[in-house]
């Protein structure tokens, strides 16, 4: 069965650094997501992006959180300065359609460890 | 803001057992419920996904269930067996646009 696929799956950076997340998602899929996990909360929405553009965002992806679709297959999330509070598990998703009857597919994530 | 919680945080039970996960939101004006399972250190796998005109959806031994006038979602795991141990989430859209709240989840652990 297709799955989305995450790289790497464990990223340790220090504060400040810039980092790339990279995913691949399902190939006919046309909707992308990036949720987080900060270890022992609930699971949040980033942002979701269609036809090389956001089409939402949530009040975490601020400035310092940017994502592309640099080819026909990547996905990327990029953190340009992380702070500690970055540290979390970031999950990839995709959906062949938006919203009502078409269900996410995550991917298994990126440990994103900021010291 | 959308709230979503889940009853209980974790439960134990022998293999065999039914049982029934609850989950409920504030707001009720959802466009559709999904239910995932999550295994440690691993990523989502979407279990079932009701449409808000819908009540209920099955897929092998689980059935959902959804009313969204009382705010209130129910996960039914028939015949429970130790490989269905997992924590398990419920996430609502309230636009559209795969832009999910989640809830904590609870722990299912199965004994065998």
């Known amino acids: 069965e297709p799955e989305v696929t995450q790289t790497p799956s464990h990223q340790v950076t220090q504060m400040g650094q810039e980092v790339i997340l990279r995913c691949v998602p399902i190939?006919?899929?046309?909707?992308f997501y990036w949720y987080r996990q900060i270890l022992g909360q609930k699971v949040e929405f980033l942002v979701s992006?269609?036809?090389?553009?956001?089409?939402?965002k949530s009040e975490i992806f601020d400035d310092q959180f940017s994502v592309e679709r640099p080819d026909g297959s990547n996905f990327t999330l990029k953190i340009r300065s992380t702070k500690l509070e970055d540290s979390a598990m970031y999950f990839c998703?995709?959906?062949?359609?938006?919203?009502?009857?078409?269900?996410?597919?995550f991917g298994n994530g990126t440990r994103l460890t900021v010291t | 803001k959308q709230e979503v919680t889940q009853i209980p945080a974790a439960l134990s039970v022998p293999e065999g057992e039914n049982l029934v996960l609850n989950c409920s939101f504030t707001?009720?004006?959802?466009?559709?419920l999904q239910w995932f399972r999550q295994d440690p250190g691993k990523g989502l796998t979407s279990l079932l996904l009701?449409?808000?005109?819908?009540r209920e959806q099955t897929s092998g031994r689980l059935n959902a269930s959804l009313d969204k006038s009382s705010g209130r979602s129910t996960l039914y795991i028939a015949a429970s067996q130790p490989g269905d141990s997992a924590t398990y989430l419920c996430?609502?859209?309230?636009?559209?646009?795969?832009?999910?709240?989640f809830g904590s989840g609870t722990k299912l652990n199965v004994k065998p």
């Open positions: 707001d009720s004006a959802i466009y559709n």
């Open positions: 996430a609502v859209d309230l636009y559209n646009f795969n832009k999910f709240y």
């Open positions: 998703a995709s959906s062949e359609r938006g919203g009502e009857i078409s269900p996410l597919h």
């Open positions: 992006f269609y036809n090389n553009e956001i089409s939402e």
């Open positions: 190939s006919n899929h046309l909707y």
């Open positions: 009701i449409q808000s005109s819908q």
